[in-house]
Nanobody, 129 residues
């Protein structure tokens, strides 16, 4: 059974860094569109970053230049390196993955999280000022 499990969340001060991990089991992440989403308190889920099987990445404007999405195919793990954190980055972070051709064609073009076949349970990030 396909599963995604996030880890690495926690507390940080503004300007600090955290690295989130998403371990994917029972599939090869190299052939999937994989994504990070987040949901701040009282807000809807928003896309943060995506990575395609060929390594192409896309980012939300709010995190460009500060966050980096990457994957280690040998470890079947997706990462989100978050630097220069801001209080507005406080949210629950979720990883998502989908192997279907539609997702690979439109990866990073606004596919909402609920249209991904596989989603993790989330890891919480809190950034204090």
């Amino acid at each position: 059974q396909v599963q995604l499990k996030e880890s690495g969340g926690g507390s940080a001060q503004a300007g600090g860094s955290l690295r989130l991990s998403c371990l994917a089991s029972a599939f090869s992440a190299a052939t999937y569109c994989m994504a990070w989403f987040r949901q701040a308190p009282g807000k809807g889920r928003e896309g943060v970053a995506t990575i395609e099987g060929d390594g192409t990445t896309k980012y939300a404007d709010s995190v460009k230049g500060r966050f980096t999405i990457s994957q280690d195919n040998a470890k079947n793990t997706l990462y989100l390196q978050m630097n220069s954190l801001k209080p507005e980055d406080t949210a629950m972070y979720y990883c998502a993955a989908d192997p279907r051709s539609y997702h690979n064609e439109y990866c990073g073009q606004g596919i909402p999280i609920y249209e991904y076949n596989y989603r993790g349970q989330g890891t919480e990030v809190t950034v204090s000022s």
